[in-house]
Every structure is written in structure tokens, then in C-alpha cells.
């Protein structure tokens, strides 16, 4: 996209990387049966989204940029999902989540900013 600065500089990319950490850390909670079920999904959804911004970053054109984006925020939506699942099966209680429901919230609101602007 020509910027001057990377996708490392973008407070979004920096935000759905401590998603990742937050999911991991929660992802320890699901009982070992999980391990290749839940503990994969929401592993991977989570990575997608950091992944997908730079990867959008690093195109040319800004409509390739907020395809990458758009698909960051399918996987912040499974991996939402994934999480209320995981509370819903009592895996999680709901107060080691909110960490994670927040930055959900904040990176949402972050990449349809973003979006926007690109659109203009």
C-alpha cells in the first residue's frame, strides 16, 4: 500500500496479536478432549486475524486490503463464537473471558474503522 510505516505500526495488528496471546492462555482451560477440537479452532481463528491484516497490509491495491480484512473479521467472529461455546459447555467461566470479549470488541471496532477509511 505504499505506507510509510508496516503493519507492525498498526495498533489493530498489535492488539489481535495480544488476542492471541489472551486465546492461548485461555485455550489451556479446555479439558485435554478439546485439544484437537475446540483448542484448534479457536487457536487458529485467532492467528488468522493479525495474520490476515498484515497480509492485507502488504498488497497493493486497497481492495485486496479489506478482503484480508474482512476475512480478520470472520475469524474474530468464529473465534467469538468458539469462545461463548466454550462457556456455554462450562469450560470457561465467564469472568476469564472477559479480557478476551473486550479486545474482541475493540479489534471489531478498529477494522471497520479501517475499512471505512480505505473505502473513502
Do not use: H
Not at 484448534?40 to 486490503?65: F, H, L, T, V
Not at 467469538?80 to 476469564?96: A, S
Amino acid at each position: 500500500m505504499g505506507n510509510l510505516t508496516t503493519y507492525k505500526d498498526l495498533i489493530l495488528w498489535q492488539k489481535s496479536m495480544e488476542l492471541v496471546k489472551e486465546t492461548y492462555s485461555l485455550v489451556k482451560k479446555l479439558p485435554k478432549e478439546e485439544t484437537y477440537a475446540l483448542s484448534d479452532q479457536m487457536r487458529r481463528a485467532a492467528i488468522s486475524i493479525p495474520s490476515n491484516i498484515a497480509e492485507g497490509n502488504g498488497r497493493k491495491s486497497k481492495i485486496d486490503y479489506v478482503r484480508f480484512l474482512d476475512i480478520s473479521r470472520g475469524s474474530l467472529y468464529e473465534l467469538e463464537t468458539q469462545i461463548y461455546i466454550g462457556v456455554m459447555l462450562n469450560f470457561f467461566k465467564e469472568n476469564e473471558t472477559q479480557t478476551v470479549f473486550l479486545l474482541i470488541t475493540e479489534i471489531n471496532k478498529m477494522i471497520n474503522s479501517l475499512i471505512t477509511k480505505l473505502g473513502k
